[in-house]
């Protein structure tokens, strides 16, 4: 099976993995907008989501390993210091850290992400304008070199800004459950178990996660 006998995405994963294919129909079943490549932007509702590589990546690094509730009110806040707008990479580094990070309700963590991409950009070290032609690997590693920006923040950027249609995100709690429940494993499986098991799924496994998190009712935000 080539994707030239298989036209249409979708068949082409049913086809791929039965089992998936079920997944696929259940979605379908539930009537509504359905997954698509290239993806709908997870937060096309928020009038403050960012549309811009950097913008994008400071909105993601506000919103890890938070609920999507709590990334808006801390992006608000956040940008709320800065008249409306995302800080530039100067004004980060201008402000005072502590008083950042009390203003928005970041962590320190997160308060030294956001720092560290502002020295990478204004080094020249991370060049954004670049990363839409670099190869899906080349990304992540060039992302992966801020600290606090890790191979989930990467192939959440990837996914949902430059919009790569085969984009396996193994470290995602939503796809390790949503494997789990889809090869009724035992227990979550390992990030080179999501990795083997979704195999078949190549080249659209961006749409395949995209139906996984929809089984899931948990899509992930960026």
């Known amino acids: 099976m080539t994707r030239q006998t298989v036209r249409r995405p979708e068949e082409y994963l049913r086809r791929a993995d039965p089992a998936l294919g079920s ?8 009537g509504g907008p359905r997954p698509s490549l290239p993806p709908r932007p997870s937060l096309s509702n928020d009038p403050q989501m960012p549309t811009d590589c950097y913008g994008v990546l400071i909105r993601g690094i506000a919103s890890q390993n938070i609920s999507a ?6 992006y ?5 210091r800065f008249d409306g707008r995302p800080p530039t990479p100067r004004q980060i580094l201008d402000d005072d850290p502590d008083a950042l990070r009390v203003a928005a309700g970041l962590s320190h963590a997160k308060t030294d992400s956001l720092r560290s991409l502002a020295e990478h950009i204004l080094s020249g070290e991370l060049e954004l304008d670049r990363l839409h032609d ?8 060039e992302l992966s070199a801020v600290k606090g920006i890790g191979a989930w923040t990467a192939h959440m950027f990837m996914i949902w800004h430059l919009h790569r249609p085969d984009v396996l995100p193994v470290g995602d709690l939503g796809i390790r459950q949503a494997v789990r429940r889809l090869h009724h494993l035992p227990g979550l499986p390992a990030p080179a178990d999501v990795k083997r098991l979704a195999e078949p799924w190549r080249p659209y496994r961006t ?4 139906y996984l998190w929809r089984l899931e009712e948990s899509e992930p935000q960026v």
């Open 23 to 30: 997944v696929i129909d259940e979605i379908e079943h539930r």
């Open 69 to 74: 509730f709590a990334s808006r009110a801390i």
């Open 76 to 80: 608000r806040k956040l940008i709320e």
């Open 134 to 141: 670099l190869p899906d690997d080349d990304v992540v590693r």
């Open 207 to 210: 749409l395949a996660c995209l």
